[in-house]
């Protein structure tokens, strides 16, 4: 069974940064794509930046030129540098990875799994 363990979120002023990580595990062949996701209170779940397993990168309008994806396919982990971060930001941060692990009943099984969350606050 495949596990993602988000942690660096907290409390930053405006303008300030944060860094965020996500980190697979389990019996893990290949991982696609990771992703961040975030949701604010009220909102609904949004696409915050894409990576693939190449190293291919995607974001979301509202974080271009602030937000940077990144990640260590030894490590399994993704992270996201966020820079100039605003009130807007708030929200809690949820890592998405999409892969292929060893399967319990088959050689393996297509994998689509979220990490907790881990609380991202932007005041003053």
């Known amino acids: 069974q495949v596990q993602l363990v988000e942690s660096g979120g907290g409390l930053v002023q405006p303008g300030g940064s944060l860094r965020l990580s996500c980190a697979a595990s389990?019996?893990?062949?290949?991982?696609?794509?990771m992703d961040w996701y975030r949701q604010a209170p009220g909102k609904q779940r949004e696409l915050v930046a894409r990576?693939?397993?190449?190293?291919?990168?995607n974001y979301a309008d509202f974080v271009k030129g602030r937000f940077t994806i990144s990640r260590d396919n030894a490590k399994n982990t993704v992270y996201l540098q966020m820079s100039s971060l605003k009130p807007e930001d708030t929200a809690v941060y949820y890592c998405?990875?999409?892969?292929?692990?060893?399967?319990?009943?088959?050689?393996?099984?297509?994998?689509?799994?979220w990490g907790q969350g881990t609380q991202v606050t932007v005041s003053s």
């Open positions: 998405n990875a999409l892969g292929r692990a060893v399967g319990r009943t088959s050689l393996f099984t297509d994998f689509d799994v």
């Open positions: 990576i693939t397993n190449i190293g291919l990168t």
């Open positions: 389990g019996r893990i062949l290949s991982i696609n794509t």
